[in-house]
């Protein structure tokens, strides 16, 4: 190495530079498919999180490289020029987020002809125009909000209304809640009258659609239209039979309060860091006795859980805020101590009670993670197999592909002329005027 003259070293840094990017979309290639197919979907709360997991990237990294493979799906011509060296992956990272199957080409050119400061300059001034154009857009939604309650002809009310996307996200998720509550009365009714009947017709979706909205007006009618602080909005009481509580494969009725029921490994998990309220029934189901509401957890335990765990101890995870875990559940005599204890986030969590991972504590403290099928799933992954000389690897591969890349693959057309940022957005941003 030491013999290169300096330009010969300088041709060797571009030359592999344009492999490395080649590479990259080739990379890229894979995390896009890996992510189309929810492969990271086991116990990952996202593409990003088992990209840092698996290959060690930081966070920050990891969720960049799954947004770029996302983009470069819809974007043809940035994803070859990447995989032919021509573009670096810094310029392919700077325009993925702006460009758009329409602007794609312009932008192209401009990232051939331009250094990657010209590059970020202009994507800077071109998000600044959409920043623009989207506050006018979100300006506009806004005054468009409509709701029109009118009556036809034969008394019936007619609802036509233009709603802000949230808004009607809150709508269509109180609808699918009524639906819901309105579908468990059904079902409770049905099982109440004879066998022997013939039930009622199921009603079309608009017609549950419909019998929703009415629950919804009485519901808010009936609660003086209070929606009530976040924490009384979320608060689940379960009404569990204990021996349903021990033993989930025990028969036993797990309630909400509202009537639907969950599973039984749902209010395990549920129970599992809760305040209890215990209630004794009686043969008939009347209350006989309750005590007084107690924390699973006492404060000290778990402030000291939170001080050793510092967040999620699910692989890959890290997530600062989560529940205390009981390795063996309170419910079958799983004692509420440090050892037995173990703070997962609320998606982790759920992925222990309900979707089949397994922990446990090793005798010498570390925790194991066991994936449904039983296989281990490490806190660090194996390393993979690297060949001794990748470098040439990659370069017989790509020449393998008819992909001569050299020196000069990435270096920009630009001649050293002054950018005149304002100018390249004005010609080819659609919205700049
Ligand atoms: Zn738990
Ligand atoms: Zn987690």
């Not at 004879?194 to 659609?209: I, L, N, R």
């Not at 029934?281 to 957890?297: F, N, W």
């Not at 066991?370 to 992954?381: A, E, I, Q, S, W």
Request: with cysteine; aromatic share 4%.
């Amino acid at each position: 190495m030491q013999d290169l003259s300096l330009d010969r070293l300088g041709d060797e840094i571009a030359e592999l530079s344009a492999h490395l990017a080649a590479g990259t979309a080739h990379l890229l290639d894979l995390i896009r498919e890996f992510d189309a197919r929810d492969g990271w979907n086991g116990g990952f709360r996202s593409c990003a999180g088992w990209l840092s997991w698996r290959v060690g990237l930081d966070p920050g990294a990891a969720r960049e490289k799954v947004r770029v493979a996302r983009a470069l799906g819809t974007l043809p011509l940035l994803a070859q020029a990447l995989a032919r060296g021509e573009l670096s992956y810094s310029k392919v990272r700077a325009l993925t987020r702006v460009a758009t199957p329409e602007t794609e080409d312009q932008l192209l050119t401009f990232g051939r002809t331009g250094t990657a400061a010209h590059v970020e300059r202009l994507v800077r001034g071109w998000r600044r125009v959409d920043r623009i154009a989207e506050a006018r857009e979100t300006a506009r939604k806004h005054k468009s909000r409509a709701l029109h309650v009118y009556q036809d002809e034969d008394g019936m009310v007619i609802l036509r209304g233009r709603l802000e996307p949230e808004v009607g996200a809150l709508l269509v998720q109180a609808l699918a809640a009524a639906r819901e509550t309105l579908y468990q009365q059904r079902r409770a009714a049905e099982a109440a009258s004879c066998p022997g009947d013939v039930s009622e017709e199921t009603p079309s979706m608009a017609q549950q659609q419909a019998d929703a909205l009415a629950l919804l007006a009485e519901t808010a009618l009936h609660h003086g239209v209070d929606p009530g602080a976040p924490g009384a909005r979320y608060q689940v009481v379960v009404h569990v039979d204990a021996p349903a509580l021990a033993d989930p494969d025990q028969p036993g009725q797990s309630v909400l309060e509202d009537g639907a029921h969950v599973s039984a490994e749902t209010s395990r998990r549920l129970a599992c860091d809760a305040s209890r309220v215990v209630m004794r029934h009686d043969r008939d189901g009347r209350v006989v006795e309750v005590d007084a509401r107690t924390r699973t957890i006492p404060p000290a335990i778990r402030r000291a859980l939170h001080h050793r765990d510092h967040g999620c101890r699910f692989p890959g995870c890290g997530v600062r805020f989560g529940q205390g875990h009981h390795i063996r559940h309170w419910a079958n005599g799983g004692p509420t101590t440090l050892s037995n204890l173990a703070l997962l986030c609320r998606r982790h969590h759920r992925a222990v009670h309900e979707d089949g991972y397994q922990l446990d504590r090793q005798p010498d403290g570390a925790l194991r993670f066991h994936r449904p099928d039983g296989r281990l799933l490490p806190d660090v992954p194996p390393p993979p197999e690297v060949p001794d000389d990748p470098v040439n690897v990659l370069r017989a591969r790509h020449e393998a592909e008819g992909l001569h890349l050299h020196a000069r693959t990435t270096t920009p057309s630009w001649l050293g002329e002054r950018l005149d940022v304002g100018w390249a957005i004005d010609v080819m941003h659609p919205l700049a005027r």
